[in-house]
């Protein structure tokens, strides 16, 4: 009996052992630009905030562009396929699981009827002092993209809070129909615009000169914005069902009538 006792143990401990310990992905991380493969135009700086107590994460990410802070705080439970967030003024529902030294993260934000779908993976290194994020982005049904993003853990005393966020006007030219919006926002209002109609920034501005009224384009986009909203106050203040996406779907001109 003895030994029988003593067997069990062992097989025990080592069943134990077999067992992947949870990573502590906590701590706080700044990206270092030099690594991974950030496709598309690069931010100036971007950094995370993570706290984790057993199953529940909540992360605060800070990207700065132009000297403006974009900051997007999420709140999951490792294990739940219900979390629910926001992402620039879309609702978020995200699946979190452990998968070995990461974290796996699967979100759908939707914005009105147009689905973003997100694949994240937060993995830590074995020394714990890299955490790397890959990102899965797709859009609707655009072709996939994938961003990989490598942070480096700093000290806690290192952690600088955001910068509070200004008015859009306050930090663009010319701003006069996005007046009172976050500036955090404006680039992802432009690349909305630009989804819906299918075009590039110069479509509506003159290069490197954002602030300019040269093109026909960016008069008649103010228009159309303003009439977005009117639609939308008038008929859907509760669900702001109707975008840019509503008619154009990819196209400069609307078509009128089906095929």
């Known amino acids: 009996m003895k030994f029988a006792a003593v067997f069990l143990l062992t097989l025990c401990a080592l069943g134990a052992a077999g067992q992947e310990k949870t990573p502590d992905i906590s701590g706080v991380w700044r990206w270092n630009p030099q690594k991974g493969d950030h496709r598309g135009k690069p931010p100036d700086s ?28 999420w709140r999951y439970r490792v294990g739940s396929d219900d979390n629910a967030n926001d992402m620039h003024g879309g609702a978020m529902k995200s699946a979190a699981r452990w998968q070995g030294n ?115 384009a960016k008069l008649t986009a103010r228009c159309m914005l303003k009439m977005v909203h009117k639609i939308n106050g008038d008929n859907f203040p509760e669900t702001q069902l109707i975008s840019c996406w509503t008619c154009h779907r990819g196209n400069v001109k609307p078509e009128s009538f089906p095929k």
Not at 46 to 69: C, H, Y
Not at 138 to 161: H, R, T
Not at 191 to 205: E, I, M, Q, R, Y
């Open 102 to 216: 990461a974290v796996a993260i699967d979100s759908v934000v939707m914005y009105g009827t147009d689905a973003l779908r997100l694949n994240d993976l937060w993995t830590l290194s074995a020394d714990g002092q890299t955490l790397t994020f890959r990102q899965r982005h797709q859009f609707m049904s655009e072709p996939a993209g994938e961003d990989v993003d490598v942070f480096e853990k700093q000290p806690d005393a290192a952690w600088e809070p955001p910068q509070t966020d200004r008015a859009a006007e306050q930090v663009y030219k010319n701003i006069q129909v996005l007046k009172g919006v976050a500036a955090s926002r404006v680039p992802a209002v432009m690349l909305f615009f630009s989804k819906c109609l299918g075009v590039d920034c110069t479509h509506c501005h003159v290069a490197n000169e954002f602030e300019k009224d040269d093109k026909p």
């Open 46 to 73: 971007m950094r995370v905030k993570i706290d984790q107590n057993g199953p529940e994460l909540a992360i605060v990410f800070v990207v700065r562009s132009k000297g403006v802070d974009d900051v997007m705080a």
